[in-house]
């Protein structure tokens, strides 16, 4: 698929968003509109997924590959994190305790509560991920059905579980995720892309409107104060991430990218910025939490950013690269040798 240049801009985007959210709140700056950063991701998320669909056929080869992309960077910090809390408790993070259980449960992409009873994995954004992953069985359950039924029955689903939540109010971590309101902001993000493929592309006034409203709508809703209740998140924060996707990738579309150098190489990047910034932003804090709320900010992004570069391009790219041309070889090898079935002439 070509990489859509407005979307790999949004993602730079809703990294620094995050980036600045927790960098601010280190000096208790109330900058909560920074966490809608991952209602955009989540949309993105399902824009991506639903518009690769018509390559992916097979379950197990789609969630091969995104485990690929998202677990061995995941893994790799949660376990380096998991050894420090044990090995040198309080020493390179003062407030973090795991035991065995918070660990597995990390590794796994399973909701558990930590040791402190907040439903969090030992690298706390990984919280999204274990949404990410739930997204992805479930996407990849629908791809054994007839492309036509695969959208219905994702939005059944999907709708049930919030339906189920609201109904039933579960307590158990698994419970509270999976029925969260925040999934339906993934199936936003298909249903926007199913529009796309089917040739909704809304003309470019109408698509730069949707990009600025939803932008307004985000800005307001901070200058406002107004906390957001929880279950009404994807309706606050995530209608105007749909309309923010919604109008970057129909103004591509259009001819009319939503793109800057800069923002194309901190989208290829926004998955590292985003898992590692929260050990950027705390070492940072511990070094020069002094600096004022502006110096301090402008160095965790700046810092965040680049720690985040580094290890896309010194790690999470070719790891990933190379894992994928490992474990896909054996299936080029088996589609050579599969055998030609016969052809009988007098019916071909």
Request: charge should be positive.
């Amino acid at each position: 698929m070509q990489t859509l240049r407005s979307v790999q801009s949004l993602r730079a985007v809703a990294a620094l968003m995050v980036v600045l959210f927790h960098a601010l709140s280190r000096q208790n700056v109330p900058f909560g509109i920074g966490a809608a950063g991952v209602d955009i991701f989540f949309v993105i998320s399902g824009f991506i997924m639903w518009t690769i669909s018509d390559r992916e056929s097979a379950p197990g080869v789609f969630l091969r590959r995104r485990l690929i992309r998202i677990a061995p960077l995941y893994w790799l910090v949660t376990l380096f994190m998991a050894a420090c809390a044990i090995v040198l408790p309080g020493k390179v993070f003062s407030t973090l305790t795991v035991d065995a259980a918070s660990v597995v449960h990390s590794v796994l992409f399973l909701p558990h509560r930590d040791p402190q009873g907040q439903i969090f994995p030992v690298l706390t954004p990984g919280w999204t991920l274990n949404y990410e992953m739930a997204f992805y069985v479930l996407f990849a359950a629908c791809l054994w059905l007839r492309r036509s039924w695969r959208l219905p029955a994702m939005a059944a689903v999907m709708i049930a579980l919030v339906v189920a939540g609201l109904a039933f109010k579960p307590s158990h971590p698994l419970g509270v995720t999976y029925t969260d309101p925040l999934i339906l902001e993934f199936l936003a993000g298909a249903i926007l892309a199913e529009a796309r493929r089917r040739g909704a592309i809304a003309p470019t006034p109408v698509a730069a409107g949707l990009l600025i409203l939803g932008s307004a709508t985000l800005v307001a809703q901070h200058l406002s104060a107004v906390q957001v209740w929880p279950l009404a998140r994807p309706l606050i924060w995530g209608v105007p991430a749909l309309a923010i996707v919604a109008g970057a990738v129909m103004l591509e579309a259009r001819g009319r990218a939503v793109e800057a150098p800069l923002l194309k190489t901190l989208g290829d990047a926004s998955y590292s910025i985003y898992l590692l910034h929260g050990l950027v932003v705390s070492l940072l804090f511990k070094l020069a939490g002094g600096l004022g709320a502006a110096a301090f900010c402008a160095a965790a992004v700046f810092a965040s950013c680049a720690v985040g570069y580094a290890s896309y391009r010194l790690f999470e790219k070719p790891f990933s690269g190379w894992l994928r041309r490992v474990t896909e070889r054996p299936d080029r090898a088996r589609a050579k040798t599969a055998p030609i079935p016969a052809v009988d002439r007098n019916t071909a």
